[in-house]
């Protein structure tokens, strides 16, 4: 979508070994999110920011961690990444309106 | 932030009206209704939102009943390109972060 990109779009990585996306805006969206995207579970919310620096936990933080040192990029890590990661991730920014939120492309990740 | 309850499948024949219900029935009043979309493998798509009156956009017609507690989004006339899962989320407005939780949504298939 325009404004906002993910980075790599596909990626194929081992057990163990660290990941990192990207996501990169901008429209100078103060909120940005890191969402994944299972079967039979819909979108589950795994960190959140709302500002430089300033990122909370969502409801499936556990095994990722976010970075944010510039309003347009947020990084989602995967220290050590598992099968149980294998998933599509998505970012989506919001502003401080009553817009909707903008979703990137997607990032699907295999861990093998 | 108020759950949704949407039927899980809905065919609609191309160029007819697609109508899309959602049951909020525990909204509360500060709390707005969203749509968004979701074409397969793509990120969400927001569509309209609205508090308590109907709305219109180039993409979609919202109406909200008089006590809050479903809602009906209107696509006029369906093309093949409608075909998604469709998201209802009712969503309160602060000062921070919002999360946005999707469920499973409807999935609409637009019949030739």
């Known amino acids: 979508d325009a404004g906002i990109t993910q980075s790599p779009r596909h990626k194929v990585t081992e057990t163990g070994t660290p990941v990192t996306l990207r996501c990169h805006q901008t429209?100078?969206?103060?909120?940005m999110y890191w969402y994944r995207q299972d079967p039979g579970h819909g979108l589950r919310l795994i960190h959140y920011?709302?500002?430089?620096?300033?990122?909370d936990k969502g409801e499936v933080s556990d095994g990722y961690s976010v970075s944010r040192s510039k309003t347009e990029d947020f990084l989602l890590t995967l220290e050590s990444a598992t099968s149980s990661q294998t998933s599509v991730y998505f970012c989506a920014i919001s502003g401080q309106g009553f817009d909707g939120y903008t979703f990137g492309s997607g990032t699907r990740l295999t861990v093998v | 932030d108020a759950k949704t309850t949407q039927p899980p499948s809905m065919d609609c024949a191309e160029g007819r009206a697609a109508n899309l219900p959602c049951n909020h029935s525990t909204i509360s009043g500060n709390e707005y209704v969203y749509w968004y979309r979701q074409i397969h493998s793509q990120g969400p798509q927001y569509i309209i939102h609205g508090l308590k009156n109907n709305e219109t956009n180039e993409m979609a017609s919202l109406i909200i009943t008089e006590d809050r507690k479903s809602s009906t989004l209107i696509l006029p006339h369906a093309t093949l390109r409608d075909t998604a899962v469709y998201y209802c989320i009712v969503r309160s407005m602060g000062t921070g972060a919002n999360n946005l939780f999707f469920g499973t949504g409807t999935r609409l298939t637009v019949i030739p």
């Open positions: 920011s709302y500002g430089v620096k300033d990122t």
């Open positions: 429209e100078n969206h103060r909120y």
